[in-house]
């Protein structure tokens, strides 16, 4: 089954305490990308990658890192949260091979900091 | 840079009615118009989607978009909600040399027996 999976779902910490998300996709997609979701502004994307080692930020990249070491893995790092990056995380992979550029999207990953 | 707006942040309607959820874009060409939808606690889930061709465009579970060049929209429309059809909705925009998604803030559809 095509899918893009992140762990974990929910997620509490810490102010400033180094956290990992992961996303795998098992359909062989060039571009991945990592959204947040807050009330009332939408999905808005932090970073993106065009492929293997190639990463560029997004719309709001601020406290974020990310790597793409592996075509299906793209992990999200945040190496000093803070209550502001409580939000909801979806990451999300598409590709242009068909011709089109539907994204599929995981589960979400819950993110509370206190 | 492309834009979405969603006018409408909260609908709600009556089971059996029908539905229509707003959506107006900003772009500079021919873009690519999605409508995702967000069950709670779920992911996002592809309605529809329109590339070229056929401006009216059907999807799964009974829902179509029309889209209006001259009036730069692509609404959202179901002629009969069942209360399944309570999530957020959200439009986004693509371009046709761009992977980038932009979204809409969403619109909240409450379903009412």
């Known amino acids: 089954e095509a899918q893009v999976t992140q762990n974990p779902r929910y997620l509490i910490t810490v102010t400033g305490k180094k956290l990992t998300v992961t996303c795998s996709q098992n359909m062989n997609h060039e571009y991945m990308s990592w959204y947040r979701q807050d009330p009332g502004l939408g999905l808005r994307q932090i970073y993106y990658?065009?492929?293997?080692?190639?990463?560029d930020k997004g719309d709001v990249p601020e406290g974020y890192k990310v790597s793409r070491k592996e075509k299906r893995n793209f992990p999200l790092i945040l190496e000093s949260p803070s209550p502001n990056q409580t939000s909801l995380y979806f990451c999300?992979?598409?590709?242009?091979?068909?011709?089109?550029?539907?994204?599929?999207f995981g589960q979400g990953t819950r993110l509370t900091v206190v | 840079a492309q834009s979405v707006t969603q006018p409408d942040i909260h609908i709600t309607v009556s089971e059996g009615a029908s539905l229509e959820l707003r959506c107006n874009y900003s772009?500079?060409?021919?873009?690519?118009l999605f409508w995702y939808v967000q069950s709670p606690g779920q992911g996002l889930q592809l309605l529809l989607k329109?590339?070229?061709?056929?401006?009216l465009v059907q999807g799964i579970k009974g829902f179509e978009a029309e889209f209006k060049r001259s009036q730069s929209s692509f609404n959202l429309r179901k002629p009969s909600v069942h209360w399944s059809d309570a999530a957020e909705y959200f439009c986004a925009v693509g371009a046709s040399n761009d992977y980038k998604l932009s979204f809409g803030a969403g619109t909240t559809v409450t379903v009412r027996a």
């Open positions: 990658s065009m492929n293997v080692e190639v990463t």
């Open positions: 999300a992979s598409s590709s242009r091979a068909k011709g089109d550029t539907e994204a599929f």
């Open positions: 329109y590339f070229s061709g056929d401006t």
């Open positions: 772009y500079g060409a021919t873009p690519y």
